[in-house]
């Protein structure tokens, strides 16, 4: 492989939360009046994700994703309270989710795997092209300028900016084309192994799961490696 490209995914992958979903449901919950423990709320929330509806496509067009986005989540808040208890009634439910809402779009609510930073900063010393291929909703461009990211990146790929979700090879495809590389000479990275890995596969590019990784100075080494292996 001439790897020239290094695509990856975000949440799980570069970055992950401080703190469970459920710790940080409960302290907004608290916080308007209502007591739920965070280990309830994090088994409400996992259940009601594998249950729920698959997070917004595009219609009415991309320029409608954002709004889609926000309102598909003020579903899930809604339906992990519910599921952890359904005779719970909050005075303000849009004020509790507005709060979550911005909870999750802050760069202090995320850390940043260990060793990211400087594994970046060593592909682009090795003149590999570097992008995101997510299916994180719009606000991921603002988390990752805070998270000290997004200008190691030279192309952010997302539902709302090509109109479609992973496992679709759309987003693929775009990150592909705005990087100038054939999918033969890139590798993404990821921790999914639908979404991200099958999926990538699928579009012709060799994909390593993250947990095989370490970060750091020999990143691009390490990547290759890997996509060396997976593809025997």
Not at 27 to 40: D, E, F, K, N, P
Not at 192 to 213: C, F, K, M, N, S
Request: aromatic share 8%; with cysteine; net charge negative.
């Amino acid at each position: 492989m001439a790897l020239r490209a290094v695509l990856f995914d975000a949440v799980g992958t570069l970055f992950e939360l401080r703190e469970p979903v459920g710790v940080c449901y409960s302290r907004a919950a608290a916080a308007r009046g209502v007591t739920l423990s965070g280990a309830r709320l994090e088994d409400a929330f996992a259940r009601y994700l594998r249950a729920a509806d698959p997070a917004p496509g595009a219609p009415g067009g991309p320029e409608a994703l954002p709004e889609n986005e926000r309102a598909w989540w003020r579903g899930v808040v809604r339906g992990t309270f519910r599921s952890a208890d359904a005779t719970l009634r909050f005075p303000d439910f849009e004020a509790l989710f507005a709060d979550l809402w911005d909870h999750f779009g802050k760069p202090a609510a995320w850390r940043l795997r260990e060793g990211v930073a400087v594994g970046l900063d060593s592909l682009a010393s090795a003149d590999l092209g570097i992008a995101i291929v997510s299916n994180f909703d719009h606000r991921l461009p603002a988390l990752l300028e805070g998270l000290g990211l997004l200008a190691k990146l030279e192309c952010v790929v997302l539902p709302s900016s090509c109109g479609a979700r992973k496992p679709d090879p759309l987003p693929f495809r775009a990150a592909l084309d705005a990087l100038e590389v054939p999918a033969a000479d890139c590798v993404y990275v990821g921790n999914d192994p639908a979404l991200d890995l099958d999926a990538a596969r699928a579009t012709g590019i060799a994909a390593v799961d993250v947990e095989a990784l370490d970060f750091g100075p020999e990143l691009g080494a390490t990547i290759q490696a890997a996509a060396t292996l997976a593809v025997r």
